[in-house]
């Protein structure tokens, strides 16, 4: 054997091996990013289950071939675009967001493809081109918060045919929660319902003030207008609910969950149940720009009668066969 040949054979050696070693390597496990108003490390809720639900219909396990990288704005407007740097920089796969400022912060960032959960009208923001045809690197769902507002006014009369006062309590820092305050301006003189703003700001909202606020207003009756920064602290607005004795209406299930009165929006566990089916789209190829924004097909109306007894309130036989669920 000459020493040409034995050369020859010992570098085609080298590079079957490193072929071979190439071909074992486990392929890149894709990452998502998701950016969560508030604080649900130690007790994920129903969006996260959601989320993991829809993902796990396309095949993808968190922790087995799928990775996600949580970020908690823990109820803090001010930290929400910091940490979707942090998440920008890891070089996440896709991102998961739900507050209008993430969600414009990385459209302008035109690069990671963004499934969002959208309270607004996000044509009308200029976040997506169409329904129809989002253009650009965010797609999604909305979930028309924003548009029931009057059908929340007039299940709250219903349900409370003495009102006449009703308390909103709201991020007066908030783009969507501004929009939906004049949504409830625009609808209460026709039911006969005069509104009194209860404006709080973060990160540490004077939610006492308000209810008391409330109270001196002689507010019969609350409408909670639904915000990254005030659904960190649901479970406080509950509680404060229950010690007011303020009968309470809110635009997302988990208040109700959390002790709010009743609740009527969007389907909350197919909302990111859909979310987690978009993202899995993503991670196989797709572009936002293709796939059509979703609206609700479902609408759902809660009513917490535990929360109704503990603050005296009689919900009648005829508003209670509307409810979708009712928690006893």
Known sequence: MNKGFLISFVATLILCAVHTADAQQPGKIPRIGYLLPADERNTPGLQIEALHQGLRDLGYIEGKNVLIEYR??????????????????????????????????????????????????????????????????????????????????????????????????????????????????????????????????GPDPDLEGAFQAAAKGRANALVVISSGMLNGYRKQIGDLVIKNRLPSMHEQSFSVDAGGLMSYSADDGEIYRRAGVFVGKILRGAKPAGLPVEQPKKFEFLINLKTAKQIGVTISPNVLARADKVIR
């Open 72 to 201: 908690y704005a823990e109820g803090k407007p001010d930290r929400r675009v910091s940490l979707l740097n942090e998440l920008l920089k890891l070089n996440v796969d896709v991102l998961v967001l739900v507050s209008i400022d993430s969600i414009r912060a990385a459209k302008q960032a035109a690069k990671t493809p963004v499934v969002m959960i959208a309270t607004v009208d996000p044509v009308a923001l200029g976040l997506v081109d169409s329904f129809a045809h989002p253009g650009g690197n965010v797609t999604g769902l909305t979930t028309l918060i924003r548009d029931l507002s009057g059908k929340r006014l007039e299940l709250l009369k219903e349900a409370l045919p003495g009102i006449s006062r009703v308390g909103v309590l709201w991020d007066a820092a908030g783009e969507g929660a501004t929009i939906s305050f004049k949504e409830y301006e625009a609808t209460a003189p026709a039911l006969k319902i005069q509104l009194q703003s209860l404006e709080v700001r």
